[in-house]
């Protein structure tokens, strides 16, 4: 019989070399595989652990650094929890920043009607939606997996009368008269190193943009202006300021303003394309 002290002696070691805090990790899964809040490990160190097995292969997933959110199926972003599995992309906290950024266009602009390029998890567009009740958006994503776990946090926070899903590259498919686009695209370089929990566990498509990895956010940028929408705000690289600013110039657009993460890194910028003929 294990009881809870020596399964988190036993997970903390095991977790070691796969997570920079072993301690907390070991004891988010077992309050995981518990059924209960932290603090009850704490303030029980010899209640016993049911299912030791079960418990020990949460850890060894972990040990093989699967990301702890694939695991308890489950990710804190903004204000929600969502449902995230493998094949989608786990909400990062710097994509609050492109939330707050797209809310104060919308806010100031009494805009009604956007699309958002890359679904992911619904994060970004479920946030919006519970922030505006009138918002209509539409969601694409060019794969299946996303969009499925998509219309479950739709679904789990009810908002799928206001986001659309839709299966396609960019804005392709999005014929409806759209007043911003948000996005947080994959802007990674393809030949990057990424962490193993990254790099063998979530999905490339939700990471690589290209060889020199802005090629999506161009194509983007193109895109959107294209069609005639006149707001933009993207995710972006901390590396990529450069070369978007070089890009958007080139484009011609009535202003762009880059904003940093809470790093202090370039992140992400939003673009004025202007009101046609003016
Ligand atoms: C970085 S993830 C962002 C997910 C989510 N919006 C978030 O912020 O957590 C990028 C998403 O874009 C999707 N994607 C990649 N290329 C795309 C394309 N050409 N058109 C539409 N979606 C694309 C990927 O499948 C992935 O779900």
């Given at each position: 019989m294990t009881?809870?002290?020596?399964?988190?002696?036993?997970?903390?070691?095991?977790?070691?070399?796969?997570?920079?805090?072993?301690?907390?990790?070991?004891?988010?899964?077992?309050?995981?595989?518990l059924d209960r809040e932290r603090t009850y490990l704490l303030l029980h160190p010899d209640g016993v652990v049911p299912d030791k097995e079960g418990f020990e292969a949460l850890i060894e997933r972990r040990a093989a650094h699967q990301p702890y959110e694939y695991i308890v199926g489950e990710a804190s972003f903004y204000d929600i929890h969502l449902h995230v599995e493998p094949g989608v992309l786990i909400p990062r906290p710097e994509t609050e920043l492109l939330i707050d950024k797209t809310v104060e266009i919308i806010k100031r602009e009494g805009i009604t009607q956007i699309a958002e390029i890359g679904v992911g998890s619904g994060a970004v567009s479920v946030v919006l939606a519970r922030k505006f009740p009138n918002l209509k958006i539409i969601a694409t994503d060019i794969c299946e997996a996303p969009l499925k776990v998509a219309a479950v946090n739709i679904d789990r926070y009810g908002v799928g009368e206001q986001v659309t899903l839709r299966r396609c590259n960019l804005i392709d498919d999005v014929s409806e008269d759209i007043e911003l686009v948000v996005s947080n695209p994959p802007y990674i370089a393809d030949d990057c190193a990424l962490e193993a929990n990254v790099a063998d566990h979530e999905p490339k498509e939700a990471l690589f943009g290209g060889r020199v990895g802005d090629e999506l956010l161009k194509r983007i940028i193109t895109d959107v202006k294209a069609r005639g929408i006149r707001w933009l705000a993207c995710e972006m690289g901390y590396d990529q300021k450069a070369p978007i600013e070089a890009f958007v110039n080139e484009v011609?657009?009535?202003?762009?303003?880059?904003?940093?993460?809470?790093?202090?890194?370039?992140?992400?910028?939003?673009?004025?394309?202007?009101?046609?003929g003016k």
């Open positions: 009881d809870i002290k020596q399964a988190l002696s036993w997970a903390r070691e095991r977790l070691k070399d796969a997570c920079e805090r072993p301690q907390f990790e070991a004891e988010l899964l077992l309050a995981y595989h011609g657009v009535q202003s762009v303003r880059f904003y940093k993460d809470l790093a202090g890194h370039d992140r992400g910028f939003v673009v004025d394309f202007g009101i046609e």
